[in-house]
Every structure is written in structure tokens, then in C-alpha cells.
């Protein structure tokens, strides 16, 4: 079950994130790309590229039979899903079990389990880890008045269908419950087709806080530390920091052993992130959801404790132990990564595929950037906008975000627009560099963004 | 290493005289190729990286397939389209990826062969994927004048299959 061949089954940043771990790992690449990808980074890198199909993701990324196909076709012995597209599907790690694929990735069943979010609310609360408090089902507005009064105003009604931020109304109080109520459930059974809510506590003032794990094929589990993701606009995360500052020592002790526990209760495997909402006036955390794949922000967590987590993923799907127990983990600085996004900040933040005919990175002590772009590169209209993360390292926060300053005013990108000028009014914001924020602080920063612009 | 104009004088009549039409030679930093027939064509791939490798057997659970050699698509692409677009030819072209036959079963004869008349919606050829297998129509009217790829050989999307004569 060695790893020698592996199909890298996504495109952008992260394939050619995955073809760098594999060749310092001595693997060869075979690259999946689409008709609009031929010409791509990774299908340069790669040692062999093979088209899946046409350009929309449907037909070509998506389609599991294809990719499996591809990697049988190829003589691939283990497939990379990287995340998004079809990275979270059981039946793509189940399709490679069938052909004798190794899936650099969680089991079908841990993907299965953790897929669903009142599941993986259960075996949260089964493993001891706080949840959001709230109910399963609240089934109609008597019943959601009830359970509002024992929870405490304010509360949130969700879609259990829902998802990303879509299905969800908050209440502020009970004269509200009765017509929020009958609203939310018409607009879910419209939207998903499934008119099920649940509430939850209301958290005002909350941070995200992610725990990176690992876990081998015998069964150790380590989480390599915490990230603080709350600048967030319209639920993407925008900049990520590692380690999570906000927390105290003996918060970070807690939500670090809780993440591990819970993921050694389902026996995980490979690279995962259990995602925490941070109560920032009461100190508490509570279990959101877990994530079963490698995440866009796993690089701050490298920088910080010099771990390859893509190259441990594959040693892990390889068989290997993990060559560190929990006690050899150790944190050094601080990290911060802005995403770099094809848009246009002075357009309401619109979409901005196209030619690049001026792509000059930034470089300097502790700048990384993982990118899958070059001068002359034509961003396709297809796939999401990220362009690459620049990924900074400093002795402490300070420091790391002084040379983020410098990175993102060095950054020039000519061509199409890119969010840099609003990432950098943002790395300098007075507030953010205080550490004064929470997961609502940048859509208050975007509006005042906006009114800046067209006064 | 050095070599010497003699040497290399020598290597080649070696070749010459030899069965082999094509002869490479890497000690160190010194790279000498040969070949009898046509050009060698320059690999696309950085030096620093091992050669693009090549299919391994399907594995077992496939039924037995003729061995055929990696389609290295990238590089014979643009020939086999230079020469359709010059002669006038139009390619039937793969409409997935997956592993083509020419015919619809093993042994049966082949469903199109050079020569043959196809109208848009005849069928030449099966790409299974999965175990599900999915006919590929012409798309043209005309004459098959050429078949590009091989029984059994796995293809990507948009792979030339056949050159067809309108």
C-alpha cells in the first residue's frame, strides 16, 4: 500500500501544492485538469497530465467515475482529492477503495459521519465536546418559544438543510418567535426542499477557532495547535492567523485536547480541522463541524510548527506511524495568511477572471506564497477565484503582520484586479492590529470600505 | 568524461551497424542521442524530474487488454491535428476519457476501419468507464481515412480516435 504514483484530483494552488509534497517525497504526479486547465502550472509540474473532461466542473472535477478512471488508467496507486470539489464525498474514497486506489484522505466512514451536522453534533456531545447550546428539532413555534426561553435570547433558527451561512435567522426576542418561525420554515422547505430547524445559542461576540489534526492507520491522533479564522466576508474566510492569540493558555490546553479527542472517538484518519465557535465575553468554545480534508489555510499551521501536513498526509495514507507524538509538537511565532482572490474590491468585490500580464511576488524573510499563477496565465472563468495565499511568518503577530504589510504593498498584479488593496487596509486597520475583532468585524470594515470608495 | 571527436565518430558507427534506431547515452553531465529514423523529440519535462511514467498493467479486475503504451497525449496531439487541419481531415475526437474499443466486442469485427463510410450518428467505437460503456458517434460525414488510437489503449477527453475525410 505504498504510495509511488498519485492522481492529483482538484486544479489551482493545491494541485501544484500536492505535486511539490509528492516530489520531496520522491512520488510521481499524473495530473487531472480539465479542457480549460491543459495549459496549467500543474499540469507543467506534474510529471504527466491527463484531461478529464470539459471545462465545467460538473463534467470534469466532479465526476468521480472519470477521476477514478484516470487514476487506474494511469497506474496511479493513491489519489489526492485536495479540497473542495469532490474532496468531502464518501463515494469518491469509497470508489478508490473498490480499485484499489489509496484515498489520501479520512475514511468513507469519517467523511460520512462528520458530512452530517446533526451527527456529528451527536458524537460530539458523546465525546464530551461542548456543542452550540440548543435542540435537534425544533418542530414548530410553541415548541421553539420554549426552547428559546431555556436557552436565553438571543437565538438562531437554522435549516438543518442548510449550510455555508444560507438558512439561518436570528431572534432577538419572543414577540419575534411566531412569525420568524413560520418564515424560516417556508423559506427552507423552498430552498432545500426540507423545512427541518433546529436553534441554537446566539454568539454576538464569537471568534472561529479551527484545530488542525493528524491522525495514522494505528490510531494516534495529534492536533498541531489552533487558527484563528474569524475575518470572514459572507462566510469565506479572508485572513487566517495561527495560533489563535485571543485564546488564554488554558483555553488553547482545552479546545487542543478536545479537537483530538473527538477525532480519535471516530477513529480518524489522515489530516482533518474541527472548527469551534469562541465565545470571546465568556471564554467558552463549542464544537461547530468538522472538516475531512486538508483546508486552504493549512500552510499558517506549517509555518508555525514546521510540519509538511500534505507530505504527512501521503506518509499517513502510505501506512506510516506518525513520527511525532503530542508531546514533540512544538509552536514557533506567529503566521498570517491573506487570500489572494481574483476581484475587484472597487466593484463590490465582482468576479475578475482573465490575462495576467504582470505577476511580480513578493519575497522577504517568512513570505511564503502558494500559487498556481505565473505572468501570462489567463484565469478561467470556471472555478473559484483564489489565486494563491501568501502565507507570512514573524517572531509574533507584530511582527508578522509588519511583514505582511510589506508583502501585500509589494505585490503587484497587473491585468485583472485582485483584492490586495482591501487586504492591506485591513492588515493596517488600528483595530485588527489590537487583535479587537470578532467574526463580524470585517463586514463592518467592508461597508466602511465601500462608503470610502464612492465618497 | 570527455569525448572525443574519434569517440563520438566511433559510437556512431556502432550504432550504424546496429538494429537499434534510436541510441541515448547520459554519463554525468554529458548527454549524446542518436536516432536512425526521425528527429528525437526534446522531452517537455524539466531534466530534474524522472521520466513521465509509464502505464502500469490495468489493474486485475480489468478484463485483458492489448498493452498498449501510455498515451502521452500532450506531445502527439498537436501533430495528428497539424496533419488533420493541413489535409483537410476532420478528427473524431474521444467525448470522454476512459478505454476505447474499436469494436463492440473482443473478437467481433471492428465497428469502423480505414475506408469506411460514417455518417453523423454512426458509431465507432466504445470508451468504457467504470464498466459502463459509452458509444462514440462520428459527428462528421465521410470517409475514415486514418485510425489514431489503439484497441484497448486508455484515452483522455478530446483525444483524437480517427481521422475522417469529409
Same mark, same amino acid.
Given at each position: 500500500m505504498s504510495v509511488t504514483r498519485v492522481l492529483v484530483a482538484n486544479r489551482g494552488e493545491i494541485a501544484v501544492r500536492i505535486i511539490k509534497a509528492c516530489r520531496s517525497l520522491g512520488i510521481e504526479t499524473v495530473t487531472a485538469v480539465s479542457e480549460a486547465d491543459r495549459g496549467s502550472l500543474a499540469a507543467k509540474l506534474a510529471d504527466r497530465s491527463i484531461c478529464i473532461g470539459p471545462p465545467r466542473s460538473t463534467d470534469s472535477y466532479l465526476k468521480v467515475e472519470s477521476l477514478v478512471a484516470a487514476a487506474v488508467g494511469t497506474g496511479c496507486d493513491a489519489l489526492h482529492p485536495g479540497?473542495?470539489?469532490?474532496?468531502?464525498r464518501a463515494d469518491l474514497a469509497r470508489a478508490c477503495a473498490d480499485h484499489n486506489i489509496t484515498f489520501v484522505g479520512p475514511t468513507a466512514e469519517n467523511i460520512k459521519k462528520m458530512g452530517d451536522k446533526l451527527e456529528a453534533r451527536r458524537i460530539a456531545t458523546a465525546a464530551g465536546v461542548p456543542t452550540v447550546p440548543g435542540s435537534d428539532h425544533a418542530k414548530n413555534p410553541h415548541e421553539a418559544g420554549a426552547l428559546a426561553e431555556e436557552i436565553g435570547y438571543p437565538v438562531l433558527l437554522k435549516a438543518s438543510a442548510g449550510g455555508g451561512g444560507r438558512g439561518i435567522k436570528l431572534i432577538w426576542n419572543g414577540s419575534e418567535i411566531e412569525t420568524t418561525f413560520r418564515t424560516a420554515a417556508a423559506e427552507a422547505r423552498a430552498a432545500f426542499g426540507d423545512d427541518t430547524l433546529y436553534m441554537e445559542r446566539y454568539v454576538g461576540n464569537a471568534r472561529h477557532i479551527e484545530i488542525q489534526v493528524l491522525g495514522d492507520l494505528h490510531g494516534n491522533v495529534v492536533h498541531l495547535g489552533e487558527r484563528d479564522c474569524s475575518l470572514q466576508r459572507r462566510h469565506q474566510k479572508i485572513i487566517e492567523e495561527a495560533p489563535a492569540y485571543a485564546l488564554s493558555p488554558a483555553v488553547r490546553a482545552k479546545i487542543g485536547e478536545a479537537a483530538a479527542t473527538l477525532a480519535r472517538s471516530i477513529g480518524y484518519r489522515n489530516a482533518g480541522t474541527i472548527e469551534f465557535i469562541y465565545d470571546n465575553d465568556t471564554e467558552e468554545f463549542f464544537f461547530l463541524e468538522m472538516n475531512t480534508r486538508i483546508q486552504v489555510e493549512h500552510p499558517i499551521t506549517e509555518m508555525i510548527t514546521g510540519i509538511d501536513i500534505v507530505a504527512q498526509q501521503l506518509l499517513i495514507a502510505g501506512g506510516q506511524a506518525l513520527p511525532f507524538k503530542q508531546a514533540d509538537i512544538a509552536f514557533s511565532g506567529h503566521a498570517i495568511e491573506c487570500r489572494i482572490n481574483a476581484e475587484s474590491p472597487q466593484h463590490g468585490f465582482r468576479p475578475c477572471p482573465g490575462l495576467i500580464t504582470h505577476w511580480e511576488a513578493p519575497e522577504g524573510n517568512g513570505v511564503r506564497l502558494d500559487t498556481h499563477c505565473f505572468p501570462g496565465y489567463v484565469v478561467p472563468p470556471y472555478y473559484d477565484s483564489l489565486l494563491g495565499k501568501l502565507i507570512v511568518h514573524g517572531a509574533d503577530r507584530h511582527q508578522a503582520a509588519a511583514r505582511t504589510e510589506n508583502a501585500l504593498a509589494a505585490f503587484r498584479v497587473e491585468g485583472i484586479d485582485t483584492g490586495i488593496p482591501f487586504l492591506h487596509t485591513v492588515i493596517t486597520d488600528p483595530e485588527y492590529l489590537r487583535g *479587537?475583532? *470578532?467574526?463580524r468585524w470585517l463586514e463592518k470594515k467592508l461597508e466602511q470600505y465601500a462608503a470610502a470608495i464612492n465618497a | 568524461m570527455e569525448l572525443s571527436e574519434e569517440d563520438v565518430l566511433h559510437i556512431l558507427k556502432l550504432i550504424d551497424e546496429s538494429k537499434f534506431d534510436y541510441f541515448q547515452l547520459e554519463v554525468g553531465d554529458l548527454k549524446i542521442s542518436v536516432s536512425k529514423g526521425e528527429p528525437i523529440p526534446l522531452t517537455s519535462?524539466?531534466?530534474?524530474?524522472?521520466?513521465a511514467p509509464a502505464a502500469r498493467p490495468a489493474a486485475p479486475v480489468e478484463p485483458p487488454k492489448p498493452a498498449a503504451a501510455a498515451p502521452v497525449m500532450q506531445k502527439e496531439a498537436p501533430k495528428v491535428e497539424a496533419k488533420a487541419a493541413a489535409e483537410g481531415l476532420v478528427p473524431v475526437k474521444a467525448p470522454l476519457l476512459g478505454t476505447f474499443y474499436m469494436a463492440p466486442e473482443p473478437g467481433a469485427p471492428p465497428f469502423v476501419q480505414v475506408g469506411s463510410a460514417v455518417t453523423e450518428d454512426t458509431t465507432v467505437g466504445l470508451i468504457e468507464v467504470m464498466k459502463v460503456f459509452n458509444s462514440v458517434r462520428a459527428a462528421v460525414k465521410g470517409t475514415v481515412v486514418e485510425v489514431v488510437a489503439q484497441n484497448g489503449q486508455f484515452v483522455e477527453y478530446g483525444q483524437t480516435l480517427y481521422l475522417v475525410k469529409p
Open positions: 479540497y473542495g470539489f469532490l474532496a468531502e *479587537n475583532v *470578532n467574526t | 519535462a524539466p531534466s530534474s524530474v524522472s521520466p
